[in-house]
């Protein structure tokens, strides 16, 4: 009966419809009217009937449906419902097994043996075993892939049965099993980069293939070993560019976007959309050139660290898109601790660090010493990226903080090839930078004595460095990285400012199941659901 009167209801809009077409838009409008949310409730006991229960994708700059070797953020976003890794992080950073069943390490750490979940099937029936994730991996240490800088640590790997797999690593790395996130390919995929490649995978959604000129359907894989997936259908659509993709996004015509499209300090959500966070591991910070003697202290930077405001940089110049940090963990990680919850900073704090290293203020205000005989005034210019008009801004605020207390700072901005020249060189007083760290958590980029951007070296760190990557165990890495964190807060080679946040936006279609992390912005869509 209910469905009678809107019928109804329908015929009677024709009057206010043109002449022309009238057949087409009363059978838009009833359409329109039985909607999903008019359907008949179940019974008790069945599950409610969702109409048209597929959502829709959009992908920028496509080459290929490879995953391995597409270049395009928004294609290996879509691949992850086609291919899985042996291991993902959930948002805690802690390793889930995927593809594996368990591994283990030795106790050196140097080798590494994954052992693979039984009666994994592709989607082509056949079953997923260890030769199919020692190919993947061989494509990948050859160098043609994007992923190849996961396992530059690696010396050799091999199948050593077919539900195994060995890897032997060149020296030990802290939580290595943590970058075998990578999706496992099928042995022998071919790995041409074209736009006619058709994905095999293990997911929850089969690749149906093209079904117009630019558009793709992914299928609910029905023998997926952890159940059917929520969605009946995925849709992908080939889009020409970031604005265009937006604009779709805006107007519904796509029920995902990613903070990799969009610049959430610049771009305001429009409508019913739901924006779903998580602790991206790209750090934000100010580095001090250790080989300028006015940084050669570490009670120095020490107390400059304390003239920097991290909340107000955060809420003011990110818009709340980060997570203010004293220290180079990830906030959101199982590892993160922090002796101190105050990102505002406190300057009666930062001038008796400054005092113990010679520092006092002269007629004028300025910071001023004598060391070695010689006069030194604390002066210092902050390096930045010229492109990044963020970056330029985060470099301004810190150098405002600096300036109205006494030390004079200055701003250099140059375009990101000269900038990083110079740091590289080390022809720089103190820069902004950031850097991704990998999934391992690993910081050894930022501050082992065998590299690093500031010419630091410290050889118990290098020391606790090694000793992580020989434990697997949660409570001695906890120890190592509260021991890491504790040195750093005391020598300060660089000022943690910020980890970014990453984000995914979603229409109102999507009612739950959305949980990223940094093992990808489409996690565990095999709960996504249109269900609320």
């Not at 419809?17 to 909607?35: M, Q, R, W, Y």
């Not at 410290?458 to 906890?478: A, S, Y």
Request: negative net charge; charged residues 20%; hydrophobic residues 35%.
């Amino acid at each position: 009966m209910k469905k009678i009167l809107l019928l109804v209801l329908a015929a009677a809009m024709i009057v206010c419809l043109p002449g022309c077409g009238v057949v087409t838009d009363f059978k838009n409008a009833v359409e329109e009217i039985v909607s999903p949310e008019a359907t008949d409730a179940p019974e008790s006991g069945e599950n409610p009937v969702i109409i048209n229960n597929s959502i829709n994708l959009g992908v920028c700059d496509f080459d290929t449906f490879n995953p391995l070797k597409t270049e395009s953020q928004t294609m290996r976003d879509c691949m992850q419902l086609v291919y899985e890794p042996l291991f993902e992080l959930d948002q805690q950073m802690r390793i889930v097994p995927v593809l594996a069943k368990d591994y283990s390490v030795s106790p050196d750490g140097r080798q590494v043996t994954v052992n693979l979940k039984e009666g994994v099937l592709w989607h082509d029936g056949s079953t997923l075993d260890a030769y199919d994730v020692a190919y993947t991996m061989r494509r990948i240490r050859q160098g043609d892939t994007t992923y190849t800088n996961a396992l530059s640590v690696v010396s050799e790997h091999k199948a050593v049965s077919d539900y195994s797999v060995q890897i032997n690593l060149r020296y030990s790395l802290p939580n290595f099993v943590a970058l075998l996130t990578f999706p496992i390919v099928k042995y022998q995929t071919d790995m041409t980069v074209n736009d006619k490649y058709s994905p095999v995978g293990t997911g929850p959604f089969i690749f149906d293939g093209m079904i117009t000129s630019n558009r793709f359907r992914m299928s609910a894989f029905e023998e997926y070993r952890d159940g059917r997936a929520q969605l009946d259908n995925v849709y992908i659509e080939r889009i020409p560019d970031a604005d265009k993709y937006r604009s779709m996004f805006e107007a519904s015509e796509f029920d995902v976007m990613t903070s990799e499209m969009v610049d959430l300090t610049k771009y305001m959500p429009r409508g019913n959309v739901n924006v779903y966070d998580f602790v991206s591991n790209k750090l934000t910070f100010l580095g001090f050139n250790m080989q300028n003697s006015l940084f050669a202290g570490n009670e120095t930077r020490v107390g400059l660290a304390e003239y920097i405001n991290k909340e107000e940089i955060v809420s003011s110049i990110i818009y709340s898109h980060g997570v203010a940090t004293n220290i180079p963990i990830n906030p959101s990680s199982y590892l993160y601790y922090d002796t101190n919850t105050d990102f505002t900073g406190n300057i009666s704090e930062g001038e008796p660090h400054l005092g113990n290293d010679g520092w006092g203020t002269n007629e004028d205000g300025h910071y001023v010493r004598t060391k070695n005989g010689a006069r030194e005034t604390l002066r210092f210019r902050i390096l930045t990226n010229k492109d990044s008009e963020e970056k330029v801004s985060i470099a301004k605020k810190i150098a405002e903080y600096f300036t109205r207390n006494g030390i004079s700072v200055t701003v250099d901005t140059e375009p990101y090839e000269q900038y990083m020249a110079l740091i590289n060189a080390k022809n720089y007083d103190a820069f902004i930078g950031e850097v991704e760290l990998g999934s391992n958590l690993d910081l050894s980029p930022l501050v082992t004595s065998s590299g690093n951007y500031f010419g630091y070296g410290n050889v118990t760190v290098d020391t606790i460095i090694g000793q992580l990557g020989m434990t697997q165990n949660e409570d001695e890495q906890r120890e190592l990285f509260r021991q890491l964190g504790d040195i750093m807060l005391t020598d300060m080679p660089f000022v943690p400012i910020f980890y970014r946040k990453g984000s995914v936006l979603a229409g109102a279609s999507i009612k739950s199941g959305i949980s990223p992390s940094v093992s990808g912005f489409y996690r565990n869509s095999l709960w996504w659901s249109k269900q609320g």
